[in-house]
Nanobody, 118 residues
Framework: QVQLVESGGGLVQPGGSLRLSCAAPLTIFDISAMGWYRQAPGKERELVARIRSVGSTNYADYADSVKGRFTISRDSAKNTVYLQMNSLKPEDTAVYYC?????????WGKGTLVTVSS
């Protein structure tokens, strides 16, 4: 079992920035990917960004809608993934869920609400 602890959501005006953090237990060493998904009201959960570790190399994937605005990063020593969100838009409003993949099993955080509104 992998318990993920998320933080950093909140209310921000359009054009503003937020940074989400998600930490996995330090005792877990074999997480192959970590990332963020989001779910807006009435919509399906979708990938926002994820970072995959292959050997010592990290590969980042982004949804087209956030490319150039969001940046994902991972601190392996802290087992933590970050999502820096800039130039936020009202359509970014959603519950953001942290995801970790370990031995082909998906684990999810409880979610953190991001609201972009003036």
């Amino acid at each position: 079992q992998v318990q993920l602890v998320e933080s950093g959501g909140g209310l921000v005006q359009p054009g503003g920035s937020l940074r989400l953090s998600c930490a996995a237990p330090l005792t877990i060493f074999d997480i192959s990917a970590m990332g963020w998904y989001r779910q807006a009201p009435g919509k399906e959960r979708e990938l926002v960004a994820r970072i995959r570790s292959v050997g010592s190399t990290n590969y980042a994937d982004y949804a087209d809608s956030v490319k150039g605005r969001f940046t994902i990063s991972r601190d392996s020593a802290k087992n933590t993934v970050y999502l820096q969100m800039n130039s936020l838009k009202p359509e970014d409003t959603a519950v953001y869920y942290c995801n970790a993949v370990r031995q082909y099993v998906n684990y999810w955080g409880k979610g953190t609400l991001v609201t972009v509104s003036s």
